[in-house]
């Protein structure tokens, strides 16, 4: 049989997925509205536009970026805020701070927790539970390192006095709040909406320490959960499950207070050692005038200063003790050995 001549109709070419030409150049979203994220719930973001709020989704060009409250975004779809209704965003804002969390001391996974913030406001109990002067110590480094202003709020006056703990932080540049329960009332509370007026501020606390009070006396209808702390371990359950942003109704500009799950470690491996006495503002004072150059500053480095100092002025010794063995636990913890605390 004569070999036929082949011709054009004997090409067969399989159709593509889609009829349009793949490209690399990305939509620009000329049109996108920016947003302000509140909070997030499986993968949908609430995210205030214009005094509404509209539920969106990431756009699968973001990949693994993080989306946390706090955030400004980009939003395009349907921003009518309606039942029902799903935008996308686009695009995260450049942010100003950025708060963060690990595990623990040496694991290398860091958790944006809330971006965007001015200050960190650490709340801790008085009495019941005990306070955790390490724990404080740990937020204040995460705060510095973040560019944030810390402030601590004293709760639970009513059952220890506040006036020691206080003048710890004080020495250190830490500014406090001392709230107490009066009958239905909390007193300090107008002292602690001046210090949050104009301001977006994160709330954190390990649990049982009021820190959801707080917020429901700050924010009518806010109805964050509460709970008691058990009398035996001395531990809360965690009664807010998800970091959210709340308004704070105030006559000095746009308030916000971001409330976030009760914690019970704030690892720092994301913090460079070499600053964690940067953080420690009354340390780092003693340090720079009277270490020797080189100085670790922990237990068995020969001539520090800080040891002097802890000895000095009887009765305020035990505090400055307590101070200079949080910073060496840290240094030691951040440095790979384990944290007692």
Same mark, same amino acid.
């Given at each position: 049989m004569p070999r036929r001549?082949l011709?054009e109709?004997?090409?067969r070419?399989?159709p593509g997925r889609g009829?349009?030409p793949?490209t690399?150049?990305?939509?620009a979203?000329?049109?996108?509205?920016?947003?302000f994220?509140? =909070?997030?719930?499986? %993968?949908r973001?609430?995210?205030?536009?214009d005094g509404r709020? +509209?539920v969106?989704?990431?756009?699968?060009?973001? %990949?693994?970026q993080r989306?946390?409250?706090?955030d400004? $975004?980009?939003l395009?779809?349907?921003?009518s805020?309606?039942? %029902?209704t799903?935008?996308?965003? *686009?695009?995260?804002?450049?942010?100003?701070?950025?708060l963060r969390?690990t595990?623990d001391?040496?694991? @290398?996974?860091e958790r944006v927790?809330?971006?965007?913030?001015?200050?960190?406001?650490?709340v801790?109990a008085?009495?019941d539970?005990?306070p955790?002067? &390490?724990?404080v110590?740990?937020?204040v *480094?995460?705060?510095?390192?973040?560019?944030?202003h810390?402030?601590l709020?004293?709760?639970?006056a009513?059952?220890a006095?506040?006036?020691?703990?206080a003048? *710890?932080y004080a020495a250190?540049g830490?500014?406090?709040v001392?709230t &107490?329960r009066?009958h239905?009332?909390?007193?300090g509370?107008?002292t602690?909406?001046t210090?949050?007026?104009g301001?977006v501020?994160?709330?954190?606390?390990?649990?049982?320490? %009021?820190k959801s009070?707080l +917020?429901?006396?700050?924010? !009518?209808?806010?109805? &964050?959960?509460?709970?008691?702390v058990n009398e *035996?371990? =001395?531990r809360g359950r965690?009664t807010s499950?998800?970091?959210v942003?709340?308004? +704070?109704?105030?006559d000095e500009g746009p308030?916000?207070v971001?409330?976030?799950p =009760?914690v019970?470690s704030f690892?720092?491996?994301?913090?460079d !050692?070499?600053h964690?006495l940067?953080a420690?503002?009354?340390l780092?004072q003693?340090a720079s005038?009277?270490c020797?150059?080189?100085?670790?500053?922990? $237990?068995?480095?020969p001539?520090?200063a800080l040891d002097?100092?802890?000895e000095?002025?009887?009765? @305020? =010794?035990a505090?400055?003790?307590?101070?200079v063995?949080?910073?060496r636990?840290?240094l030691?913890?951040r440095?790979g050995?384990?944290?007692?605390d």
């Amino acid at each position: 049989m004569p070999r036929r001549e082949l011709d054009e109709t004997d090409v067969r070419v399989r159709p593509g997925r889609g009829s349009r030409p793949r490209t690399k150049q990305r939509p620009a979203h000329a049109d996108a509205v920016r947003g302000f994220v509140t =909070g997030v719930d499986r %993968g949908r973001y609430q995210t205030l536009v214009d005094g509404r709020t +509209v539920v969106a989704m990431k756009a699968r060009d973001l %990949g693994a970026q993080r989306v946390v409250p706090g955030d400004e $975004v980009d939003l395009v779809g349907d921003l009518s805020g309606h039942a %029902g209704t799903l935008a996308r965003i *686009v695009r995260i804002a450049e942010r100003r701070t950025v708060l963060r969390r690990t595990a623990d001391d040496t694991d @290398a996974a860091e958790r944006v927790v809330v971006a965007n913030a001015d200050q960190l406001v650490i709340v801790t109990a008085l009495a019941d539970p005990t306070p955790r002067t &390490r724990m404080v110590d740990r937020c204040v *480094v995460a705060a510095y390192d973040a560019g944030m202003h810390a402030l601590l709020v004293l709760t639970k006056a009513d059952l220890a006095d506040p006036g020691p703990l206080a003048a *710890v932080y004080a020495a250190a540049g830490v500014d406090a709040v001392v709230t &107490r329960r009066e009958h239905e009332s909390i007193v300090g509370l107008d002292t602690l909406r001046t210090a949050l007026a104009g301001r977006v501020s994160v709330l954190v606390g390990h649990s049982g320490v %009021g820190k959801s009070t707080l +917020v429901n006396a700050l924010v !009518p209808g806010a109805m &964050r959960a509460t709970g008691e702390v058990n009398e *035996v371990t =001395g531990r809360g359950r965690h009664t807010s499950t998800s970091a959210v942003a709340l308004a +704070v109704p105030t006559d000095e500009g746009p308030t916000w207070v971001i409330d976030t799950p =009760g914690v019970r470690s704030f690892g720092l491996a994301h913090v460079d !050692p070499a600053h964690l006495l940067a953080a420690f503002t009354d340390l780092a004072q003693v340090a720079s005038a009277s270490c020797p150059r080189g100085c670790t500053h922990l $237990v068995d480095s020969p001539d520090c200063a800080l040891d002097e100092w802890a000895e000095h002025d009887g009765t @305020a =010794g035990a505090d400055r003790h307590a101070r200079v063995d949080s910073l060496r636990r840290l240094l030691v913890s951040r440095l790979g050995a384990d944290d007692p605390d």
